[in-house]
């Protein structure tokens, strides 16, 4: 299995993924790119003014409040909803180069990002992105455009080889704060990305984030981040190179190791619950189009 994303893979997800079979094609894809529209875009309308009644107006949108204020019919008019920025903020680092069972993180961090920007260009949005935290290419930026260009772009860029090298963790704050200053206001973004620590710093950026912006954390995860396996001694190595030797057959420790995992979601959390962001958690052993949907509807339930 490559490390990286085949890009087929993720213009085949427009329609379906084939894993899926044909007889689930329509069903899945229909009800993920639905609930995306009914979650994100509402009504696919926006309210412009009340005005007086006039002959032959649809009377279902009425405003009676202002019509028993006034004496007079009032008619409450809409618009067409503007298309909003989309942005997919995806972790490419080397760290994303890892899984244990179904794919690896690139793989589905990028897949998660592929169908989210096909529900996105089929409700007309402009989609653009953010990659960061591979150390060959630094943060890249993609303009959200309408069409299918900006996201092509964007999903082409996510199948490339992940460099190996140290993990620059700064590069998710740095991407962020590009964001912040520099999003279009109204712009819904997802962040795809471990997220497996919380800091002061963090909170700070998504809440400043959230003061003009739709925010959504889709934290990645592989079942071996809160399960340690039992393999005995293994020698672990950190971004610095120091070397740790744990072993894994300890109860002991996987116990502690699985609680401080628990922890951190649990912050995790409880900043979204803080800051009024949604939260999608997606694993390497899922099956990506399902757990977007039950996401999508556990968010509808909440908001």
Known sequence: MSLHPQLDDLLELRHQAHTLGVAAHHLVNSTFTGLYASVFRGTGLDFDEVREYREGDDIRNMDWLVTARTNVPHLKVFREERQRNVILCVDTGPHMSFGTRGTFKSIQAARCAALIGWAANKQHD???????????????????????????????????????????????????????????????????????????????????????????????????????PAMGPVIFSNAAGELLEVDTDNEAGRQAFREDWEQRREELQQLTYRLGLGMIPVSTSDEIHRTLIEGLRQYAERR
Request: glycine share 10%.
């Open 126 to 228: 402009r989609v653009g992105g953010v990659l960061f935290g591979n150390p060959a290419t630094g943060i890249r930026y993609y303009r959200a455009t309408p069409g299918r260009r900006g996201l092509w772009q964007l999903l082409r860029a996510l199948t490339e080889p992940i460099e190996q090298g140290d993990t620059d963790e700064s590069q998710l704050m740095s991407a962020l704060q590009h964001l912040d200053s520099g999003a279009a206001t109204g712009s819904l973004i997802f962040v795809i990305a471990p997220l497996n620590q919380v800091t002061a710093g963090l909170e700070r950026i998504l809440g400043s984030l959230r003061q003009r912006h739709d925010v959504v954390l889709l934290p990645v995860d592989d079942p071996a981040d809160h399960e340690l």
